[in-house]
């Protein structure tokens, strides 16, 4: 059983006026039956990949000053940009937007190389934020098209991540955006397609995607190993286990967070009566408490425990002050910082913490 924990500053909660109803006048509108409780989701939070990006900036800010230059936002998450904002970093669409010879950080969803021409083109310093799980897939996607593969990426058009990777080989790559797609799909040689994925993307929905690809090309060939990430599939998994308790499940996360809005949806799929999204816990709306007694809390791969924790605060004064926390898998992974970054680091003297922090999502 896990407690809320209470906090000496709570930046996740930006002061908003808002009038709000007690909670007598909540349960008044509609009586809850039942216990009140939060059931609350291990893992979420950040993953090792958000967790090595956000560090790298910081770590980038540290060693060079500001300003340190992002291309795109380094994770998505509004809070997390907002906090590097306010220690100098500066966020960017594109490298030729950053002063020749400066830092350049690109974002943990990966770039193409076109984009790492560029910035060599502008004698950009630059440190390669990409989750190590983004660039496998880079790899694979290069890989197979020096085979000669046709390549078909399920994922969303116009995220960074999939840019990055169909920038790697864009004459081999298409991309399929969901299960409807796959009647357009059309392949030079049905004995040479292979699939990769989108790292955030819903599991349930990659697998149906897959099956109607491999109606369509029996010989479709699968990836080396999962590309959906450990993170993606380790916070679905914890919240398809909570929904069908839930009357109301709140996941923290952004809006443009695939992953978070993935968990929205699973939410829902799986048996929550109701699912919402929220930035911050003054999004939260009283109405959504009425008649419901078991609450669900989980909050996306980006999403740092701060928020996570003003929610419960919130919760708990309207009477959820019961939280048990629903464990499906434990997470240890740590990935080192940019190359890049270590050298400089080391190069100064300064080698303490060339790692991240670690994934520590439940606690």
């Not at 049905?190 to 990659?206: F, Y």
Request: charged share 25%; hydrophobic share 40%; net charge negative.
């Amino acid at each position: 059983m896990l407690t809320t924990q209470d906090s000496s500053v709570s930046l996740g909660l930006p002061q908003v006026p808002r009038t709000r109803r007690s909670r007598e006048e909540v349960e008044s509108a509609a009586p809850v039956t039942g216990e009140k409780k939060v059931l609350l989701a291990a893992p979420r939070g950040y993953c090792a990949g958000v967790d090595r990006a956000v560090i790298a900036v910081e770590k980038a800010l540290d060693h060079y000053g500001a300003p340190v230059y992002v291309r795109k936002q380094i994770v998505h998450n509004r809070h997390v940009v907002e906090t590097l904002e306010a220690q100098g970093a500066i966020f960017v669409d594109e490298v030729d937007e950053v002063p020749e010879g400066s830092v350049a950080v690109f974002s943990a969803h990966g770039v193409s190389p076109a984009v790492i021409q560029s910035a060599e083109d502008r004698s950009l310093n630059t440190i390669d934020a990409t989750c190590p799980l983004v660039n496998k897939v880079h790899r694979e996607a290069v890989r197979f098209a020096k085979q000669d593969y046709d390549i078909l990426l399920i994922g969303h058009t116009g995220h960074e991540e999939v840019e990055g990777t169909a920038g790697e080989a864009p004459e081999h790559i298409q991309i399929v955006n969901s299960p409807e797609e796959v009647d357009q799909v059309t392949v030079r040689d049905e004995n040479k397609v292979v699939w990769l994925s989108q790292t955030t993307l819903s599991v349930d929905e990659t697998l149906e995607t897959v099956a109607k690809l491999r109606e369509r090309f029996p010989s479709l060939q699968d990836p080396p190993s999962d590309d959906i990430c450990y993170a993606t599939s380790n916070r679905q998994g914890a919240i398809k286990e909570i929904a069908p308790q839930a009357d109301l499940v709140i996941v923290v996360g952004s809006t443009n967070s695939s992953n978070s809005v993935r968990l929205k949806e699973v939410a829902l799929e799986y048996g929550a009566k109701a699912a919402h999204l929220v930035d911050y816990a003054n999004e939260v709306d009283e109405a959504w408490f009425e008649g419901v007694a078991t609450v669900g809390v989980t909050s996306g791969a980006s999403v740092p425990e701060v928020l996570v924790q003003d929610v419960l605060r919130l919760l708990a004064d309207y009477g959820y002050g019961l939280v048990e926390e629903v464990e499906t898998a434990k997470e240890d992974i740590l990935f080192s910082l940019p190359k890049e970054l270590r050298a400089a680091l080391k190069n100064d003297g300064d080698e303490k913490h060339l790692g991240g922090r670690g994934a520590k999502p439940t606690r």
